[in-house]
Each structure stands twice: as C-alpha cells, then as structure tokens.
C-alpha cells in the first residue's frame, strides 16, 4: 500500500465549504487519544472508493472525547435540549485517490437517544450510551466515562493539558486537520465536508485509561496512547455532502 506521509494537510486554513450549511456545531474540552495501527487493519473498514491515510509507516486509530455545545441545522439557532451533549468516537483516517482527506467513524457514542437515531438514519454509526464528561480542579484534568446501554462496552479516561505546550508537530496536525468524514449510505460512499478554525492544540498526559471502545468496533491496541493531545474546542459546520463516483 501507498504511504501518504509526505503529502502536506490543509492546514490551517480550510477548504471552501459547498452550500448549503446543514449543520453548525460547537466541539469544546476535546481530548484526542491516537495508537498506531497497521494500514491492514484500517483497510478493512474503509467505505469503498478511499484508503487508509498513512502518516509516518503507520495508519492511526483515534479515541476522541468532546462536549457537543449549541448544535443546530442549518446555520439557525442551536436546538434546544439535543443540542448540548457528550461524544466519544472511535474513528481511523481516510484518502481518497486524489488526495481529500477525511474521517471513518467507527462508532459515536452519545448521550441523547434522539440524536442517535437521526445519526443513524444518515448512515453515521452513533451509539446510545450513559456519556459523562468531568474536570478535576485538583490537578486539571479533563476526562469522559462511557457505558454503553446495549452490550455494556465502556471507556473511560482523562488527561492532564498543558496548556502553556502548543502542539504544532506534523504527527499533531495530520491528526486533527480532518475536514470532513467518509461513510456509506445504501451502497454509495458519501463525504460530508466540514469547515473550522484551526485547532487550538495542547499536549496532555494521560493520568486513567481504561478503554473497551476500541476493542468493541474490531481493533486491537496496546499500550499507552503514542499521542495525546487537548483543544478548548472549536466552532465547526458543515456543508452538502457528495457521492464519491466508482
């Protein structure tokens, strides 16, 4: 397989946003935890028509953390009530032959039934889930715990920011200059863009981690997690998704 290292990521500015907007988010206290993966095994869950992203010899694995805040349709007000919410994803890293950049989510767990169902609905795999954020002022952690209703998976970790350490590494930024998502829908491949500000980002060290997420969507890791990194968030939307021909 081909290895993508040297190609450069669209950062920080992010490509023009096709309208209409379907959607408008904000993504706050998101913690990014990363494993190196075999490309073999990523490949196995791409949609058809993208491969796995490559960095460094390796695909990447992504446990993702982060507070929903003030979502919305369109670029209206945010909806009350199903707009505020925690996720955790699962996600691995795509390419499409011509070089667009995207995310495979694995699986999104989340804390509003209603939301799950419309995600699913739209071929996103959202999971219901008892999903909790926490910060602890006694050392500045920030963390989230999940249990699943379903099959019971959990996960649960937290990490410590240092937020006078920026991260501005290229590993750090082909992780996160993700601007937009591969997935299917029936039996067509969609991309749905999205558009932000770059990352504000901040190196961080893991202080608990007891994941059974990564495991439960069919992947192996061991180990520490090779990065980690936190963001106060960003303001992100999204535009008109499009089909990838054959």
Same mark, same amino acid.
């Given at each position: 397989?081909?290895?993508?290292?040297?190609?450069?990521?669209?950062?920080p500015?992010?490509?023009?946003?096709?309208?209409?907007?379907?959607?408008?988010?904000?993504w706050?206290?998101?913690?990014?935890?990363?494993?190196?993966?075999?490309?073999?095994?990523?490949?196995r869950?791409?949609?058809?028509?993208?491969?796995?992203?490559?960095?460094?010899?390796?695909?990447?694995?992504?446990?993702?953390?982060?507070?929903?805040r003030?979502?919305?349709? /369109?670029?209206?007000?945010? !909806?009350?009530?199903?707009? &505020?919410? %925690?996720?955790?994803? *699962?996600? #691995?890293?795509? +390419?499409?032959?011509? /070089?667009?950049?995207?995310? !495979?989510?694995?699986?999104? &767990?989340? %804390?509003?039934?209603? *939301?799950? #169902?419309?995600? +699913?609905?739209?071929g996103?795999?959202?999971?219901?889930?008892?999903?909790?954020?926490?910060?602890s002022?006694?050392?500045?952690?920030?963390?989230?715990?999940v249990?699943?209703?379903?099959?019971?998976?959990?996960?649960?970790?937290?990490a410590?920011?240092?937020?006078?350490?920026?991260?501005?590494?290229?590993?750090?930024?082909?992780?996160?200059?993700r601007?937009?998502?591969h997935?299917?829908?029936?039996?067509?491949?969609?991309?749905?863009?999205?558009?932000h500000?770059?990352?504000?980002?901040?190196?961080?060290?893991?202080?608990?981690?007891?994941?059974?997420?990564?495991?439960?969507?069919?992947?192996?890791?061991s180990?520490?997690?090779?990065?980690?990194?936190?963001?106060?968030g960003?303001?992100?939307?999204?535009?008109?998704?499009?089909?990838?021909?054959?």
């Amino acid at each position: 397989m081909i290895s993508h290292a040297k190609e450069p990521d669209p950062w920080p500015d992010a490509p023009p946003l096709p309208a209409p907007i379907i959607m408008d988010q904000r993504w706050t206290d998101a913690l990014f935890l990363h494993w190196r993966l075999p490309e073999s095994e990523a490949a196995r869950f791409m949609p058809p028509g993208v491969v796995p992203d490559v960095y460094d010899g390796s695909s990447w694995v992504g446990l993702i953390g982060f507070r929903m805040r003030k979502a919305g349709l /369109g670029s209206g007000p945010a !909806v009350p009530f199903f707009g &505020d919410f %925690n996720e955790i994803n *699962v996600r #691995l890293y795509s +390419r499409e032959p011509e /070089g667009t950049r995207g995310v !495979v989510f694995l699986s999104l &767990d989340a %804390n509003r039934l209603a *939301v799950v #169902l419309a995600a +699913r609905a739209a071929g996103i795999p959202y999971v219901w889930s008892r999903a909790g954020f926490r910060r602890s002022p006694a050392d500045n952690s920030v963390g989230f715990a999940v249990r699943r209703f379903r099959d019971g998976a959990r996960s649960d970790f937290d990490a410590v920011p240092d937020l006078d350490t920026v991260a501005a590494d290229p590993l750090s930024i082909h992780l996160t200059a993700r601007f937009g998502l591969h997935t299917t829908l029936g039996r067509r491949t969609l991309y749905v863009p999205n558009t932000h500000a770059a990352w504000p980002l901040h190196r961080a060290e893991v202080t608990r981690l007891h994941d059974g997420l990564i495991r439960a969507a069919g992947l192996n890791v061991s180990g520490p997690p090779d990065s980690v990194l936190y963001s106060p968030g960003v303001r992100t939307q999204f535009g008109r998704p499009r089909v990838l021909l054959p």
